[in-house]
């Protein structure tokens, strides 16, 4: 047997516990088949083998991004986008400027990215502030959570709500005044839902929302061009979006692993969640393009206080909001058992501590209830997020099985401090800390959860990493009067670089179900690897997003550097 592609002169480090480091590899139709020394492997060398020199320069796993939103990135470019600050009355200037650059003609509906959730505390925006400056036509402005937004009065008329619309139940949540009257600030706003639908009809126009190859390719493209070559999708955006992935395999132009996830909406749908994920499962599955995972957010965000909390909410003065959860325990229970009897993984938005209890909670009772019932257990359950948990609960997710996810661009401090005012700064304090997890052993994978064109660099891996690393945001740093060094506590929640590759390679594989095949650099898993400008192990913590990959291979296809 001859290798297509030889590695040799390289510090290559294989993630594998057995073999840690090695400076050659050969692969062969897509697979490694040597791993080890320079002469090892080339003693497949053959006539038509590739042999590249890597002078030394250090190899890791190819990366996986366990939770991003590439549909829904594409579906913001025609977004307007502006500058971020926190000063409110520049917020407002920044969008009168970006209103007057693209008038009613060229922008019949204006939608601004973005402002941050503790520009205007815990009431929220006003639609009469954003009346003063658009007036002509209905405008949107999104928080950067994505998790709230911010209409005029013109788009509350276009959408049809006024004091006597009732709510649904469902998002959005339009937030009322004590006469019922909506605000204008909306909570949990979903871009294409039926409201927004009703406004593009009442307004004759439509925007450019209808994902493409050609919209979805770009941020795609960045992504591999930093090292990632799988990622599971936050959710995939119907049925459409998993046909194109499927179709840009099939004709051989995705080069990446792409996994979907199934919106579960709520408990009384989930039969109807179980039959689309199946319906999808045989129309557009394959090797590279796969489906077993149901998505579920069991909570909202601490920044505006409607997370699932163990302790009432710090500014509320009665001492009874404890925050809103979306399925109890005896629910989520039973969700997870039936899943298990499909064999259908669940992923779970959870923010809070009392989300994070509940959902553990869950995963414990219906384990037991199925060995009761003589059932096997053959599903995970992720919890993503996770920004703040109990003490008690931090060895849980290792005890039970569970694993855990996290977006480590976050960890400086990218939301702010608008969750000071629900959790309090003590408990704040205390947030995104994994560490006390990664001591018991527990699964712990990440990812970028990247929603939007306006911040898409922060998809890059390397970019996500540093944060972690060091805890300070690379754009928006907190005030360092506040926080020495702009770090946000507590500083010993930092991750090193081992930690964080483990967990973008090895175990990141893991909710895919393609640890056999991928994740670390061995004989026999698929030949996914990534060549690295720097040595990531020895560089200054503070030049590690920096890191630009310089080759990068999926499946013994070099889909960027190094040809020949």
Same mark, same amino acid.
């Given at each position: 047997?001859?290798?297509?592609?030889?590695?040799?002169?390289?510090?290559?480090?294989?993630?594998?516990?057995?073999?840690?480091?090695?400076?050659?590899?050969?692969?062969?139709?897509?697979?490694?088949?040597?791993?080890?020394?320079?002469?090892?492997?080339?003693?497949?060398?053959?006539?038509?083998?590739?042999?590249?020199?890597?002078?030394?320069?250090?190899?890791?796993?190819?990366?996986?991004?366990?939770?991003?939103?590439?549909?829904?990135?594409?579906?913001?470019?025609?977004?307007?986008?502006?500058?971020?600050?926190?000063?409110?009355?520049?917020?407002?200037?920044?969008?009168? &400027?970006? !209103?007057? #650059?693209?008038?009613? +003609?060229?922008?019949?509906?204006?939608?601004?990215?973005? *402002?941050?959730?503790? /520009?205007?505390?815990?009431?929220?925006?006003?639609?009469?502030?954003?009346?003063?400056?658009?007036?002509?036509?209905?405008?949107?402005?999104?928080?950067?959570?994505?998790?709230?937004?911010?209409?005029?009065?013109?788009?509350?008329?276009?959408?049809?709500?006024?004091?006597?619309?009732?709510?649904?139940?469902?998002?959005?949540?339009?937030?009322?005044?004590?006469?019922?009257?909506?605000?204008?600030?909306?909570?949990?706003?979903?871009?294409?839902?039926?409201?927004?639908?009703?406004?593009?009809?009442?307004?004759?126009?439509?925007?450019?929302?209808?994902?493409?190859?050609?919209?979805?390719?770009?941020?795609?493209?960045?992504?591999?061009?930093?090292?990632?070559?799988?990622?599971?999708?936050?959710?995939?955006?119907? &049925?459409? !979006?998993? #046909?194109?992935?499927? +179709?840009?395999?099939?004709?051989?132009?995705?080069?990446? *692993?792409?996994?979907? /996830?199934?919106?579960?909406?709520?408990?009384?749908?989930?039969?109807?969640?179980?039959?689309?994920?199946?319906?999808?499962?045989?129309?557009?599955?394959?090797?590279?393009?796969?489906?077993?995972?149901?998505?579920?957010?069991?909570?909202?965000?601490?920044?505006?206080?409607?997370?699932?909390?163990?302790?009432?909410?710090?500014?509320?003065?009665?001492?009874?909001?404890?925050?809103?959860?979306?399925?109890?325990?005896?629910?989520?229970?039973?969700?997870?058992?039936?899943?298990?009897?499909?064999?259908?993984?669940?992923?779970?938005?959870?923010?809070?501590?009392?989300?994070?209890?509940?959902?553990?909670?869950?995963?414990?009772?219906?384990?037991?209830?199925?060995?009761?019932?003589?059932?096997?257990?053959?599903?995970?359950?992720?919890?993503?997020?996770?920004?703040?948990?109990?003490?008690?609960?931090?060895?849980?997710?290792?005890?039970?099985?569970?694993?855990?996810?996290?977006?480590?661009?976050?960890?400086?401090?990218?939301?702010?401090?608008?969750?000071?005012?629900?959790?309090?700064?003590?408990?704040?304090?205390?947030?995104?800390?994994?560490?006390?997890?990664?001591?018991?052993?527990?699964?712990?994978?990440?990812?970028?959860?990247?929603?939007?064109?306006?911040?898409?660099?922060?998809?890059?891996?390397?970019?996500?990493?540093?944060?972690?690393?060091?805890?300070?945001?690379?754009?928006?740093?907190?005030?360092?009067?506040?926080?020495?060094?702009?770090?946000?506590?507590?500083?010993?929640?930092?991750?090193?670089?081992?930690?964080?590759?483990?967990?973008?390679?090895?175990?990141?594989?893991?909710?895919?179900?393609?640890?056999?095949?991928?994740?670390?650099?061995?004989?026999?898993?698929?030949?996914?690897?990534?060549?690295?400008?720097?040595?990531?192990?020895?560089?200054?913590?503070?030049?590690?997003?920096?890191?630009?990959?310089?080759?990068?291979?999926?499946?013994?296809?070099?889909?960027?550097?190094?040809?020949?």
């Amino acid at each position: 047997m001859y290798a297509d592609k030889i590695l040799i002169n390289g510090r290559i480090y294989t993630e594998n516990k057995d073999m840690m480091w090695a400076e050659a590899v050969a692969a062969e139709d897509s697979e490694f088949i040597c791993v080890g020394k320079n002469e090892e492997c080339m003693k497949y060398k053959g006539d038509n083998t590739q042999v590249i020199d890597l002078e030394g320069k250090t190899v890791i796993p190819a990366l996986i991004d366990g939770h991003t939103h590439p549909v829904t990135v594409a579906k913001t470019y025609w977004h307007v986008r502006m500058p971020l600050t926190h000063d409110r009355e520049q917020l407002l200037e920044n969008i009168k &400027e970006y !209103a007057a #650059k693209h008038p009613k +003609e060229e922008c019949p509906y204006f939608y601004g990215e973005s *402002y941050f959730a503790e /520009t205007f505390g815990t009431e929220g925006p006003k639609k009469e502030i954003l009346d003063e400056i658009i007036s002509d036509r209905p405008a949107r402005i999104q928080d950067f959570t994505d998790h709230a937004c911010w209409y005029n009065s013109k788009a509350l008329e276009l959408m049809e709500i006024s004091k006597d619309t009732p709510e649904t139940g469902t998002a959005p949540f339009f937030v009322r005044d004590d006469t019922g009257e909506p605000t204008g600030w909306v909570q949990e706003p979903l871009p294409g839902s039926d409201v927004e639908e009703t406004l593009y009809r009442n307004l004759g126009w439509h925007p450019p929302t209808e994902v493409t190859e050609e919209t979805v390719a770009p941020f795609l493209d960045f992504l591999k061009d930093k090292g990632v070559t799988a990622i599971l999708d936050g959710i995939t955006e119907g &049925e459409e !979006a998993m #046909k194109l992935f499927y +179709e840009m395999d099939s004709e051989g132009r995705l080069n990446m *692993y792409y996994e979907g /996830t199934c919106l579960l909406e709520s408990y009384d749908r989930l039969d109807e969640c179980i039959a689309t994920l199946k319906d999808w499962q045989k129309k557009y599955t394959n090797e590279h393009v796969r489906l077993h995972t149901v998505k579920f957010f069991l909570d909202r965000t601490n920044e505006m206080g409607n997370s699932a909390s163990l302790e009432p909410l710090y500014n509320d003065p009665s001492g009874t909001n404890y925050g809103e959860i979306n399925m109890s325990e005896a629910e989520l229970t039973d969700t997870l058992l039936r899943l298990n009897r499909e064999k259908i993984d669940l992923h779970i938005h959870v923010v809070c501590d009392r989300g994070f209890r509940t959902a553990c909670n869950a995963y414990e009772a219906a384990k037991k209830k199925a060995s009761e019932l003589g059932e096997s257990w053959d599903i995970f359950m992720e919890l993503a997020h996770c920004e703040l948990v109990h003490p008690d609960d931090m060895a849980r997710p290792a005890e039970l099985g569970i694993i855990i996810n996290w977006s480590c661009h976050w960890a400086g401090g990218y939301f702010g401090e608008a969750a000071i005012d629900y959790l309090g700064q003590e408990r704040w304090n205390t947030m995104y800390d994994f560490t006390k997890m990664l001591e018991t052993g527990a699964t712990v994978t990440y990812s970028s959860d990247v929603i939007g064109m306006c911040e898409e660099q922060r998809g890059n891996p390397w970019f996500g990493m540093e944060i972690s690393a060091t805890r300070v945001d690379l754009e928006d740093p907190l005030d360092p009067e506040k926080y020495p060094g702009s770090v946000r506590p507590p500083l010993s929640a930092r991750l090193t670089p081992e930690q964080l590759v483990d967990g973008y390679t090895r175990t990141g594989a893991i909710p895919f179900r393609m640890e056999d095949v991928m994740g670390t650099i061995e004989e026999g898993k698929y030949a996914n690897l990534i060549v690295l400008d720097k040595n990531l192990f020895e560089i200054p913590l503070t030049e590690i997003h920096t890191i630009d990959p310089q080759t990068v291979i999926f499946e013994d296809k070099i889909i960027k550097g190094e040809t020949a």
